[in-house]
């Protein structure tokens, strides 16, 4: 069966400073890797995506996150916070049987200034 | 949130209650999805249509029913059978195939009186 972990419920960081948020999956084959955010009480927003190629996926609001196949991680990064990047993080990973999206349990990034 | 609205923001369902969730899209999608969200288990498939009249069960659509009676509406109801439908509601859509992005929409937040 297909998974994703996030490790970490929640990361705290200094504005300025860089992020990673973890992720690492487990899948047959090859995998279809997503990066969500939520801030609150609103729907995910879509950060970025890897298919295939490149291994750095650069995406929105200058995320970017890096696809390791040995290590099966997926970690998004951004090179400086900043305080708006506040929110919940989701990475996912599709099924290839029903087309759906795995979601793993959310990480809660908290920028402080 | 793109172009899937959800209505509405805010529902009260009372005892022995079916409630219709409404989700519309005007991006043109062949495949829709309906998810519900509790905290600290991230996203969980309820159901999901991949073209117009047809529609599969997800991993908890135990006392949920859905219709996909048009290409851009998916609506969800919530039967009395659902016990603890207290929880986040979003609805998303994609153009069908694995390596397309979920757009999702604002969601629902229903809760039981």
């Known amino acids: 069966a297909q998974s994703v972990a996030q490790p970490e419920d929640q990361v705290n960081v200094a504005e300025g400073n860089p992020l990673t948020v973890k992720c690492t999956y487990s899948v047959s084959g090859n995998p279809y890797l997503f990066w969500y955010v939520q801030y609150p009480n609103r729907g995910l927003q879509f950060l970025l995506k890897?298919?295939?190629?490149?291994?750095l996926v650069k995406g929105s609001y200058g995320f970017e996150a890096e696809f390791n196949k040995s290590q099966t991680s997926f970690h998004l990064k951004k090179p400086s916070a900043l305080v708006s990047d506040s929110a919940l993080y989701f990475c996912a990973v599709r099924d290839f049987g029903t087309d759906k999206l795995i979601f793993g349990t959310g990480t809660r990034l908290q920028v402080f200034p | 949130d793109g172009g899937i609205t959800q209505s509405p923001k805010y529902l009260f369902r009372k005892e022995g209650q079916n409630v219709t969730l409404s989700c519309e899209q005007n991006?043109?999608?062949?495949?829709m999805y309906w998810y519900r969200q509790d905290p600290g288990q991230g996203l969980r498939l309820i159901y999901y249509s991949q073209i117009v009249n047809d529609f599969q069960k997800g991993d908890i659509a135990e006392g949920y029913s859905v219709s996909r009676e048009k290409k851009e509406s998916f609506p969800l109801t919530v039967t009395s059978a659902q016990k603890n439908p207290t929880a986040f509601y979003l609805c998303?859509?994609?153009?069908?195939?694995?390596?397309?992005?979920?757009?999702f929409g604002p969601g629902t937040r229903l809760l039981v009186l």
């Open positions: 991006l043109n999608h062949d495949a």
């Open positions: 998303a859509s994609s153009m069908g195939s694995m390596q397309e992005t979920q757009y």
């Open positions: 890897y298919i295939t190629g490149d291994n």
